[in-house]
């Protein structure tokens, strides 16, 4: 599976931005899917995670209410929607794959794609 993420950029306080994550292959829908995210001088951390079928999602603490993971099948597509964004919230944003069903751990995750950069100007 080869991810690419697309949508970061440079955003005001308080504003939105919505990132995408491509995957190819045909089993798409067989793969959980992370958001990941590192800030410059810190390790990487969990973001939000759904389920093959997107039925479950899973959010870090400190975007809950203000993220939303989604994705569409068909077009072999995971989304974050982030919201309300703060400072704190600049990072490489990283999208992952997973066989191991869904979860917030970087070793659960199998594959991994490139990272879109996600800036917040106070």
């Known amino acids: 599976v080869q991810l690419q993420a697309s949508g970061g950029g440079l955003v005001q306080a308080g504003g939105s931005l919505s990132l995408s994550c491509a995957a190819s292959?045909?089993?798409?829908?067989?793969?959980?899917m992370g958001w990941f995210r590192q800030a410059p001088g810190k390790e990487r951390e969990f973001v939000a995670a759904i389920s093959g079928d997107g039925g479950n999602t899973y959010y870090t603490d400190s975007v809950k209410g203000r993220f939303t993971i989604s994705r569409r099948n068909a077009r072999n597509t995971v989304y974050l929607q982030m919201n309300s964004l703060k400072p704190e919230d600049t990072a490489v944003y990283y999208c992952?794959?997973?066989?191991?069903?869904?979860?917030?751990?970087?070793?659960?995750?199998?594959?991994w794609g490139h990272g879109t950069q996600v800036t917040v100007s106070s």
């Open positions: 292959g045909r089993t798409f829908s067989t793969y959980a």
């Open positions: 992952a794959a997973s066989t191991q069903g869904t979860n917030r751990y970087e070793r659960g995750y199998d594959y």
